[in-house]
């Protein structure tokens, strides 16, 4: 279990009225601690060896004294409820403090303290102690862990000083059991005085000291008040009871049917704090969480925010308590909800105000949920972008200056729509949008090159324009090259897509090969020519030109190849061309495309 802190006994005020009657150096006179004593005080030297000359104590150890303490004090305590209890003690963070907690009934038998601190303070901490450091350091060592109690406990708690300074230090107390038992968590019995243990009080609250619990009958009191320059008799005051109002150490005397008896008891005022009024709030849910921090100078008003601190709580109950203060930086949720305001007192936190809350109203911010780039075809006459499921509680307008929740646009860039969502003139929610605009060309093929390797045919598509475009062979994956290896001879079908929507563009091409050269010599080698492949394809006809375009030769495709003659005549060696046609899967006679058909006899 986590819990905040709460600080039930620093009580500043008191001052030097304090400081000499809380210091006890030695264990066997510590001071009782209980839930109203305030203890702020100092320490110079540390009386007897509570030791008796032993080198260590837990993790404490012998000092250049010679004993373990150096400046000390000591205090005991007795628990009255059960849970997590922890404290902080708070000094000059230019001084180095240790402390030990011993679960103990005597002084003589103290045993191995259940917490304890030595470090130095190195890193300059303001306190040290069990539980929490307040600051929210979690990696302080100058902090031991919780410690769980039960009812009846009995503690001593030493404080050593090892600066040989005497500017004080204050202990609060924290945990869990001050928060299920905010006034009785400790246990008051331990405190023997007629008028009971010294006294931390707000300045709205109303104190009455009561000398009533007297062991024989009382004759007769007298009230006396020390500011500072001795005891003073206060006129008037001769009941068992005087109400008080300021801070002062208070004296009666009793008469007894035995005598006299005389008690003290120190009663420090805080100014209790006024929380000023504030007001509601409203904010737009695009901004994620609240920062309560900015709402503190308000509800402080002229107050100071070293002497008052502000906790925002989700209910009333939690103000009054101080618990579960919520995070200055506030996670949001839509709607509204009430916060509620607790101001305390830093010097004593039984002193605070929730008289004030503020509603907290999280608007909806104007959620754009479209496509942000989209693209427009070279040949299309414009393309709608914005949104097109527009909310009607919106007001929409682009920076092209229309009003709509959409429109249409024919050339490419950026355009940016803002949606505003108005709520009763409280507060404007708006949400923006930059939607690009990319112009894509309709895919062309301007070339196909083949490969004809006979064996290990290659295809190359060549497309004109500046698109990415995605290539596919027959009913093949579409991939980012226009290169295809390994084409087996025969007609094929090429694909060209914009995968930006802008069109599909498909080819049939014919894969064939045949020799570049051919010397019909007699010699038995590279005789005649022909198209290689020719016999994948339906009535497939080969037709040889000379440069000037004269047939010369025709061939379908089981005729062994052309000898270089014309009407039995040697043609000499030149270059020459040559036409394929054959019947598509249509029926329809075409003639082959994008084949390098030229060709070279040699004699």
Known sequence: MRSRTICLSICMVLGSLLLGAQVSPNCDTAIPICNSTPVNAGTQGYGADDFHGAFSTGCLEQTLTGAIESNSAWYRFRTAA?????????????????????????CGNLGDPVRCNFFDNQEEEASMGVGEDP????????????????????????????TNNNSGFSIQFTGGIFVTNPTDALDCSLITNLLGPPIAACTNQNIQLDASNTPEAAISYAWFLDTGTGFQPIPGETTAFLTVL???????????????????????FTQAPVTALVQDEYVCSDTLAFDLSQKDQEALGTQNADEVLVS??????????????????YPLSAGSETIYIRTTSVQNSMCYDVSEEFILTVEETPILDFQTEVFLCDESSGIIIGDSSPDPQLVYSWDSGENTPSIVVSAGGTYTLT?????????????????????????????????????????????AGEGEYEFQLDAGPFQNSGIFSNVAPGMHTVAVNDPKGCGMLTETITVV??????????DGVNDLWHVIGVTTLRDAVVRVYDRYGKLLKQMEADFPGWDGTYNGQLLPSSDYWFKLSYTDNMGLVVEAKYIQNHFVLKR
């Open 82 to 106: 059960s849970g997590q209890l922890g404290f902080n003690i708070g000094f000059e963070t230019t001084e180095d403090w240790d402390f030990a907690l011993y679960r103990a009934t005597d």
């Open 135 to 162: 600051s929210g350091n979690t990696g302080s060592v100058l902090y031991e862990d919780w410690l769980q109690v039960q009812p009846g406990e009995d503690y001593y708690l030493l404080i050593n000083n090892f």
């Open 246 to 268: 300021t801070s002062a150490t208070y004296r009666v005397e009793v008469t007894t049917t035995t005598g006299n008896s005389i008690s003290d008891v120190q009663v420090g």
């Open 312 to 329: 925002y709580h989700s209910n009333m109950a939690d103000a009054q308590r101080g618990a579960g203060p919520f995070p200055k930086t």
């Open 419 to 463: 949606a505003t969502n108005y709520q009763q003139g409280q507060l404007s929610c708006t949400a923006t949008a930059t939607i690009t605009v990319i112009v894509s060309e309709s895919p062309t093929i301007s070339g196909i090159i083949i490969g004809d390797l006979q064996r290990n045919n290659s295809v190359e598509v060549v497309t």
């Open 513 to 522: 090969g045949f020799p570049k050269f051919f010397t019909p010599n007699g």
